[in-house]
Structures are given as structure tokens and as C-alpha cells.
T-cell receptor
Framework: GAVVSQHPSWVICKSGTSVKIECRSLDFQATTMFWYRQFPKQSLMLMATSNEGSKATYEQGVEKDKFLINHASLTLSTLTVTSAHPEDSSFYIC??????????????FGPGTRLTVL | GENVEQHPSTLSVQEGDSAVIKCTYSDSASNYFPWYKQELGKGPQLIIDIRSNVGEKKDQRIAVTLNKTAKHFSLHITETQPEDSAVYFCAANQGSQGNLIFGKGTKLSVKP
């Protein structure tokens, strides 16, 4: 139980293009979804938090116009990296919390998406 | 805001030995402390968590202890196996939305 999927698992794109990453909770309703970014050999950096049907709350320093987040349903959130540049290359991971787990604090992570911008 | 420190950054043990990873947190309002295991190229996997109303929790070879007064919590893995090799992250919650603040991770290597 508590399975979170991400698609795609990896993507290579040209500089200036936009990339959409999907995050789905497969067996529970995710009232809150989180998007993280992780650089090699580093910890997870929270980018934004989104509640279903509401605008995302972005962490300081994260450009909301560049990283568009949509949480349109209780099982799906998307992250769109607009006008991607090589410095956006990273491992993007989503997590979800909600009706599964002992509390709403319990976050279950997706497998991550490796983005490479050429 | 919350700050989580994790030690050591790397840990190498012999198969069958125990491994201990320690974390400290700064915000006394934090009340939820999960531990995640991350294998190379994969997302973090929740392995155990603890709330501030208990001091210890155990699940087979894995245990977590919490000292609220000292604001530190530890992960204990007994009878380590090569498949336990991974990066382990501790975290503490903050804020009303349950945001997690992560430690910097510990790379555990279990040598056969």
C-alpha cells in the first residue's frame, strides 16, 4: 500500500523547452503533495507544497513561474519546468500524504524523475 | 524554522554488526520524525517513524529512539545485511502542512 508513481522516470530535453512530470498516488487520496529537488549526493530540497484544488506554496528561492505545479485531483499532481535550462537538470521527486498511513504527516515518495537539459 | 543535523555522513560496518545514525532537531514544536532509505537512483522509502508521545519504536531489525528533552533521535539497525547499504535520511516535521525538514543523509555501507 501507499504507492506513489512518477512519470516519466527520466527525460532529456533541449534548452528552452518545457517538461511536465506527473505524480500519482495509486492507492490512496493525497490531500497534500510535495515536490522536491535533489542534486547528486545531497539531501532533498523542498520546492513546493500543494493541496488539492489550491495554489501551491513555494519555498523561498523557488520561481513559481518557472516551476508550475498543478494539483487538480486527489490522486494527481504535475510539475512543469518551463523554458528549461541546463541548470535545471536534476532529480525531481514527489511525495504524497493523505488518507494512507498513521497520520497526515506521513509522506510517501515517488521513484523520482531524472531531468537532463541539453 | 526547523533545522535537522545528521551524523555520521558515512558509515561502514561489517555484515552482522549494528549501525547507529543520529539526528538532532531544533524546533521543540516538531512531533513527527520519519526515517527514509534511499537506494541509488530511486525515491526515498519510509522505513520507520516515531511520534513525540513515545520514546522508542521497533520493527524487526530496525528501531528508532527519541529523546525530546535533548531533541535528538536515532536509528538503530541490528544484524546488518549487504542489502541495508543505502543512504538514510532522518527528518522532522514543521508547519501546519506537515512539511518535512531532512538531514543531509548517511551513506551506510555493509561489507559482506
Amino acid at each position: 500500500g501507499a504507492v506513489v508513481s512518477q512519470h516519466p522516470s527520466w527525460v532529456i530535453c533541449k534548452s528552452g523547452t518545457s517538461v511536465k512530470i506527473e505524480c500519482r498516488s495509486l492507492d490512496f487520496q493525497a490531500t497534500t503533495m510535495f515536490w522536491y529537488r535533489q542534486f547528486p549526493k545531497q539531501s532533498l530540497m523542498l520546492m513546493a507544497t500543494s493541496n488539492e484544488g489550491s495554489k501551491a506554496t513555494y519555498e523561498q528561492g523557488v520561481e513559481k513561474d518557472k516551476f508550475l505545479i498543478n494539483h487538480a485531483s486527489l490522486t494527481l499532481s504535475t510539475l512543469t519546468v518551463t523554458s528549461a535550462h541546463p541548470e535545471d537538470s536534476s532529480f525531481y521527486i514527489c511525495s504524497a500524504s493523505g488518507t494512507r498511513g498513521p497520520s497526515q504527516d506521513t509522506q510517501y515518495f515517488g521513484p523520482g524523475t531524472r531531468l537532463t537539459v541539453l | 524554522g526547523e533545522n535537522v543535523e545528521q551524523h555520521p555522513s558515512t558509515l561502514s560496518v561489517q555484515e552482522g554488526d549494528s549501525a547507529v545514525i543520529k539526528c538532532t532537531y531544533s524546533d521543540s514544536a516538531s512531533n513527527y520524525f520519519p526515517w527514509y532509505k534511499q537506494e541509488l537512483g530511486k525515491g526515498p522509502q519510509l522505513i520507520i517513524d516515531i511520534r513525540s508521545n513515545v520514546g522508542e519504536k521497533k520493527d524487526q531489525r530496525i528501531a528508532v529512539t527519541l529523546n525530546k528533552t535533548a531533541k535528538h533521535f536515532s536509528l538503530h539497525i541490528t544484524e546488518t545485511q549487504p542489502e541495508d547499504s543505502a543512504v538514510y535520511f532522518c527528518a522532522a516535521n514543521q508547519g501546519s502542512q506537515g512539511n518535512l525538514i531532512f538531514g543531509k543523509g548517511t551513506k551506510l555501507s555493509v561489507k559482506p
